[in-house]
T-cell receptor
């Protein structure tokens, strides 16, 4: 299994531009999570899906952020318009309900976003 | 841009020494605890977990200790190796939600 796949690995964009981050979860995992990691705030949960349905988006910082999961093998996190304070590493994780250890979470390698 | 952030707590050890990484958790109702390892450029990776009905659990070279009285968790790594250099996070969870709350992390540096 290739694990959770995120793209791009690095993204540099100008303030005001739209940014789309992509995630392919592990096949068969029924939960998908988007996290943001910064030195100031650590690892924050933004939103999570169960069986492609958004369950809790209370962590999404503001309306500029949106996430979709059109099918079980793909999710996007979009920021429009982007701002410098959005600079962070964004992680996608998927989880198997029947997974062992740590609730069966598997994280992707992250997308490092820099907004200039 | 992002303002200058806080530096993570850092633990520096020599190769072969034992390492102890500490974590204070916040919710006395939490009943499940997880340690993650995050290497540079990678996402967090599960190491070991413990439920609140236990006070100690051992894995391969790692041991987690739980003290519910003072809401403290520790991760002990035996015979630390350079490959153990990473940021270590503890996470806590209150039963049923399956959504852990992550701590800030501790950076472990192992000197050869």
């Amino acid at each position: 299994d290739a694990g959770v796949i995120q793209s791009p690995r690095h993204e540099v964009t100008e303030m005001g531009q739209e940014v789309t981050l992509r995630c392919k979860p592990i096949s068969g995992h029924d939960y998908l999570f988007w996290y943001r990691q910064t030195m100031m705030r650590g690892l924050e949960l933004l939103i999570y899906f169960n069986n492609n349905v958004p369950i809790d988006d209370s962590g999404m910082p503001e309306d500029r952020f949106s996430a979709k999961m059109p099918n079980a093998s793909f999710s996007t996190l979009k920021i429009q318009p982007s701002e410098p304070r959005d600079s962070a590493v964004y992680f996608c994780a998927s989880r198997d309900t029947n997974g062992q250890g740590g609730y069966g979470y598997t994280f992707g390698s992250g997308t490092r976003l820099t907004v200039v | 841009g992002e303002s200058v952030g806080l530096h993570l707590p850092t633990l520096s050890v020599q190769e072969g020494d034992n390492s102890i990484i500490n974590c204070a958790y916040s919710n006395s109702a939490s009943d499940y605890f997880i340690w993650y390892k995050q290497e540079s450029g990678k996402g967090p990776q599960f190491i070991i977990d413990i439920r609140s009905n236990m006070d100690k659990r051992q894995g391969q070279r790692v041991t987690v200790l739980l003290n519910k009285t003072v809401k403290h968790l520790s991760l002990q790594i035996a015979a630390t190796q350079p490959g153990d250099s990473a940021v270590y996070f503890c996470a806590e969870n209150k039963g049923g939600s399956y959504i852990p709350t992550f701590g800030r992390g501790t950076s472990l540096i192992v000197h050869p």
